[in-house]
């Protein structure tokens, strides 16, 4: 028996099937957060995928009086807001602007009427691109580099799983080449860097 087991060669791929599985798992998180981020950031040019424009009117109801200062005091009571202007001025005889560290009033001297316009973060997707795009520095380096490890694993753990014409010497290897094929025919018909 033991003279059996001796001569048994050593099965590898049940091995690096239970590494690519498990290492899969561990890597789902991280390669939601970086997919969602990536389309995110990819579509720039069409919308922010870090903060979200609003615009409210206020209606106080009655012409405001006084200096350019005395009209932002009055408008920030009046919306509760208690946050020193970065800047107050008169755009024309009817309307004083006072600008907000994220959000500007567009106050009606007139009317009384504000409009309100600023930016809201989007939590969940400003904080997957600022990971993304390593904002945080330090220590995310050290993360972002072990799950392009992980990544690397991955890919060549998978590419050696399936054994014979289905696997790498067979209809694997045209998956490969064709993967493989995508960047290398986008740089060269894109003129490349």
Do not use: C
Not at 41 to 60: A, I
Not at 116 to 131: C, I, K, S, V, Y
Not at 160 to 178: D, Q, S
């Amino acid at each position: 028996m033991a003279e059996a087991e001796a001569k048994r060669p050593l099965r590898w791929r049940p091995w690096l099937r239970a590494l690519h599985r498990d290492l899969g798992y561990l890597a789902v998180g991280l390669t939601v957060v970086y997919a969602l981020s990536g389309l995110a950031v990819n579509h720039l040019e069409d919308w922010d995928p870090n903060f979200q424009n609003y615009e409210v009117t206020h209606q106080l109801g009655a012409a405001i009086d006084g200096d350019d200062q005395a009209v932002a005091r009055q408008a920030l009571a009046a919306l509760e807001i208690d946050e020193a202007p970065t800047d107050v001025f008169r755009v024309d005889t009817n309307e004083v602007q006072v600008l907000l560290t994220e959000r500007t009033l567009h106050v009606r001297t007139d009317s009384g009427e504000i409009r309100e316009e600023g930016q809201r973060p989007r939590l969940l997707l400003r904080a997957a691109n600022w990971l993304h795009l390593n904002r945080g520095k330090a220590a995310w380096t050290y993360v972002a580099d072990a799950y392009a490890l992980g990544l690397l694993t991955l890919a060549l753990t998978g590419i050696f799983m399936i054994p014979g014409r289905r696997g790498l010497l067979g209809r694997g290897a045209i998956f490969v080449l064709l993967g493989a094929a995508v960047p290398i025919l986008y740089v060269t018909l894109s003129g490349g860097p």
